[in-house]
């Protein structure tokens, strides 16, 4: 699977930020035909969205388009028109049932049959960001063209009423509920947008307790995001080293017939050998060591 450390939006009818958006190395670029493009330019997004797709060099960056949402009434055309110019993923906004994303995976399957593209090419994400969306995960993480669970914490914090603040406590539930739903159906699950774009302490430490929650990537907003993103959710080479350091000592008493042992100062068994091989993997997915 894909890495999205970062995943930036654009807005779908805004040419000029698509073709900037092209130039940041970032992991995976979002054309945003939802809420990041007002509603009377619906249209001219859409075609927007279509010439980029055909004519502009991504180089490794995902190219995205999220679409309106199921039952928006622009979704089916939105669809029709975008996958013949061949994305790699649809992002399905106000997520709230395995129906709408089996609706979604119908019409890409059409697709891919009648024009002999190879089956399941074209992926899915879906954006959890009610209530509803939250508790019907279970059916909603286990879609086999599912690639990743994005948290949408503004419409979230919206749908249940609360008031969003700078601790987040009011998003940690639904934070933790959406990693615990994606690790168990092997999926991405991608953090909430950092709305304060002009606020870098706020980034950094936003993005450190996403991936500390178990986050492997964040949506970004805005280019000055994409580096502290990336960094924050790629194992810095300190990391890097302890977890290697801490494999090597786990294999040499593994030999010695030691379960657990102790290891500067701390108790070592199979879990922390797991976290430690978790932090190489990482590594490995964003390209820091081979
Ligand atoms: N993607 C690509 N380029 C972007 C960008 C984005 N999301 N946001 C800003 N830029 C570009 C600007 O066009 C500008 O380019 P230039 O220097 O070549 O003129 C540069 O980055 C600096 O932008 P800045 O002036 O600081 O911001 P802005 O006032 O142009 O835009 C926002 C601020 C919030 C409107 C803009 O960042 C944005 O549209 N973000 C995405 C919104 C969105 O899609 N929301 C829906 C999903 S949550
Ligand atoms: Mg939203």
Same mark, same amino acid.
Request: net charge negative; glycine share 6%.
């Given at each position: ?10 807005? %779908? ?9 092209? #130039? ?7 054309? @945003?035909?939802? *809420? ?21 060099? /991504? ?13 928006? %009434? ?14 790699? %993923? ?11 994303? !089996? ?5 890409? !399957?059409? /697709?891919?049959?009648?024009? !002999? ?7 899915? &994400? ?10 019907? &995960? ?8 599912? *690639?990743?669970?994005? /948290? ?14 700078? #601790? ?17 159906? !092997?999926?991405?699950?991608? @953090? ?41 959710? #790629? ?45 190489? *993997? ?9």
């Amino acid at each position: 699977m894909r890495v999205r450390r970062a995943m930036l939006y654009t807005p %779908g009818d805004e040419w000029t930020k698509i073709n900037k958006a092209i #130039t940041l190395n970032v992991d995976s670029i979002c054309m @945003d035909l939802e *809420d990041g493009t007002a509603a009377n330019r619906k249209l001219s997004a859409r075609a927007t969205v279509c010439k980029a797709l055909d004519e502009l060099n /991504f180089s490794k960056s995902e190219k995205l388009v999220r679409i309106n949402a199921v039952g928006s %009434g622009l979704e089916m055309d939105e669809l029709r028109e975008i996958l013949p110019h061949l994305p790699d %993923g649809i992002v399905i906004p106000k997520t709230e049932t395995v129906a709408q994303v !089996d609706l979604v995976s119908k019409v890409i !399957d059409d /697709f891919e049959r009648t024009n !002999d593209r190879p089956l399941n090419g074209i992926r899915i &994400l879906v954006v959890v960001e009610s209530a509803l969306g939250l508790l019907n &995960l279970r059916d909603i993480a286990a879609h086999p063209r599912l *690639d990743g669970i994005i /948290f949408g914490a503004e419409d979230f914090t919206a749908n249940i009423g609360a008031k969003r603040t700078v #601790t987040g406590w009011e998003v940690l539930y639904a934070r933790s509920t959406v990693v615990t739903y994606a690790a168990a159906y !092997d999926k991405q699950a991608i @953090d909430m947008v950092s709305i304060n774009f002009r606020d870098p302490v706020t980034l950094k430490v936003e993005s450190a307790v996403g991936a500390s929650l178990g986050f492997t990537g964040k949506q970004i907003i805005h280019p000055s995001q994409v580096q502290p993103v990336q960094e924050a959710f #790629t194992p810095s080479s300190k990391e890097i080293e302890d977890a290697a350091n801490l494999i090597k000592a786990f294999r040499e008493h593994e030999e010695l017939g030691n379960g657990a042992f102790e290891y500067e100062g701390k108790m070592i068994d199979m879990p922390i050998l797991k976290q430690a091989q978790n932090v190489i *993997d990482r590594a490995i997915a964003a390209g820091k060591i081979l």
